[in-house]
């Protein structure tokens, strides 16, 4: 059974910083994109950041602006968002997602991911 847990989240102050992660077991993702997504209490899910299979290659949202730094460490099978300068419309669950196969395209698209985790909260005070 293929999981993703994240973890990391959590309550901090404007300006604040955390490190994410997410942790997959079941299967290795190697191979396959991972991404970060966030959805916002009464807002769709949007994507923040993606990394490719080797780590040589990464994708931001445009409201990321530098603040956020995706990362991935193979052995561990296990994907990183450190979020700096954290302001209060960052105020989100975060979720995990991972690919089923090698395929590298379109990696803004929320339904081009095969699993997801269940989410971590980060709630930044203004």
């Known amino acids: 059974q293929v999981q993703l847990v994240e973890y990391g989240g959590g309550l901090v102050q404007a300006g604040g910083a955390l490190r994410l992660s997410c942790a997959a077991s079941?299967?290795?993702?190697?191979?396959?994109?991972m991404g970060w997504f966030r959805q916002a209490p009464g807002k769709e899910r949007e994507f923040v950041a993606a990394?490719?299979?080797?780590?040589?290659?990464?994708y931001y949202a445009d409201f990321v602006k530098g603040r956020f730094t995706i990362s991935r460490d193979n052995a561990k099978n296990t994907v990183y968002l450190q979020v700096n300068s954290l302001q209060p419309e960052d105020t989100a669950v975060y979720y995990c997602?991972?690919?089923?196969?090698?395929?590298?395209?379109?990696?803004?698209?929320?339904?081009?991911?095969?699993?997801w985790g269940q989410g971590t909260q980060v709630t930044v005070s203004s």
């Open positions: 079941g299967r290795t993702f190697s191979s396959s994109v």
């Open positions: 990394i490719n299979w080797s780590g040589g290659t990464t």
């Open positions: 997602a991972a690919r089923r196969t090698s395929y590298s395209g379109n990696v803004y698209n929320l339904v081009s991911y095969d699993y």
